[in-house]
């Protein structure tokens, strides 16, 4: 055993100080404590530091890629791209608007999509890709715009908001990589969707929840959009709880029968406070994987790339491939690790390895990169309450149980 103490160090506990619990408090004492006035200044802050017309804020990244899927009109007959290497959330809101949904292997030792691969999966009935910014890394746009821009003329608009891209759509599960940058632009500025988590183990936190925003460059109608969003997320009501309250304004119409997906102002106070701070999680998460680089990449650890010259993740997730390992052995260290009180994860195990997506036809075997990627792929803990201490101590751990299971 490395230290005689055993330290607990969870994997990724929110962040939480006393100025959101003072915020979540005023909230709860204004007597406002569902979508109201907090929410609202959650999203102008939101669109101001992504560096966008227009943020929505709602309950999960999950609901805000599922209500852009709805309100592009992508349905029954079509086909969606995302990558086989993701969580569930990328894939499943495919399926729950009734299109089809079609997986793409990994790059050879990428955790991205293999590009090659995602130009031949194009199809006429292909309405959309979602793209994943994988542990807070954007993906190479440049290249995935090539691709839709060279498959244009398969593309088959169902109607007018389609017509306005007359290509396929770039979405992006952005779960990880708010506040993101490649080649001068922020996350979300690139994708024509990009959509965003808050739940309890991302970077910035509001509990549960998630933002969606788009591009200011497609001509498409901010307020217009904004409105779809709102009218979806909150039963298809013309008016919000907000707007009833003004004097004699409670008439309100359904418009369409929609969802119930919708931000609350205690979700939202918790966000305010996390993104006066976030610059500074940001700095933290980078020191964090500047010493595990230090430690770890001499031994032959394989990591993520996170910054470089002309970009830099949001340090969201410490992705590390042990080399010469398989599930086996990765997992005994895992379990050596968490009875030293170092608790690590695995991201992702590849969808078709899961018995929804079995069902659905899918077979690991058609996706040999991904499995690949994750028969030797161990998360460490990377969060902003660890102390330097702390990430010397999962080194000293990672490195000892690693030669353990080596018999070294």
Not at 18 to 25: F, L, P, Q, T, Y
Not at 181 to 203: I, L, M, P, W, Y
Not at 392 to 402: A, G
């Amino acid at each position: 055993m490395i230290d005689s103490k055993v330290r607990n160090i969870p994997f990724s506990p929110p962040d939480i100080t006393d100025a959101e619990i003072e915020e979540v408090i005023k909230a709860m004492k204004s007597g406002w404590i569902t979508t109201g006035p907090r929410t609202k200044e959650f999203e102008k802050r939101i669109a101001e530091y992504v560096g966008t017309n227009k943020a929505v804020c709602l309950n999960s990244a999950t609901a805000a890629m599922e209500l852009t899927l709805r309100i592009l009109g992508v349905g029954p007959g079509d086909e969606v791209i995302t990558s086989a290497y993701t969580y569930t959330a990328s894939a499943s809101v495919i399926d729950h608007v009734g299109a089809k949904i079609v997986l793409v292997d990994t790059a050879p030792d990428s955790f991205e999509m293999d590009y090659a691969k995602l130009a031949d999966a194009i199809t006429e009935k292909t309405k959309s890709i979602i793209a994943v910014d994988i542990a807070g890394k954007m993906c190479d746009y440049e290249t995935i715009y090539e691709i839709v821009e060279s498959k244009k003329e398969l593309f088959k608009a169902n109607n007018e908001l389609q017509k306005v891209f007359d290509r396929v759509i770039v979405m992006t599960d952005a779960a990880h990589a708010f506040g993101a940058k490649r080649k001068g632009e922020q996350c979300g500025q690139v994708a024509d969707f990009t959509c965003f988590s808050f739940h309890a183990v991302k970077n910035l936190t509001t509990a549960e929840g998630g933002a969606v925003v788009w591009r200011n460059d497609q001509g498409i109608d901010d307020e217009w959009l904004y409105k779809q969003y709102m009218l979806y997320s909150l039963h298809g009501q013309s008016k919000d709880a907000l707007a009833k309250t003004q004097k004699g304004a409670w008439e309100y119409d359904i418009v369409y029968p929609a969802y119930k997906c919708n931000m609350t102002d205690i979700m939202a106070s918790i966000g305010l406070i996390q993104l006066d701070r976030y610059e500074g999680l940001l700095e933290r998460r980078r020191e964090i994987i500047e010493m595990y680089d230090k430690a770890l990449l001499p031994i032959g650890i394989q990591s993520l790339q996170h910054y470089g010259r002309d970009f830099s993740s949001s340090g969201h997730l410490y992705l590390a491939r042990i080399t010469g390992f398989g599930e086996e052995e990765r997992n005994e260290v895992i379990v050596k690790m968490a009875e030293a009180g170092v608790a690590c994860n695995v991201h992702y195990k590849p969808l078709p390895m899961f018995t929804a997506y079995r069902n659905l036809g899918f077979d690991i075997r058609d996706y040999p990169n991904a499995f690949k990627m994750y028969r030797n792929e161990i998360t460490l803990p990377l969060h902003t309450l660890m102390s330097d201490e702390d990430v010397e101590y999962v080194c000293k751990n990672v490195i000892e149980n690693i030669g353990i299971v080596r018999g070294c």
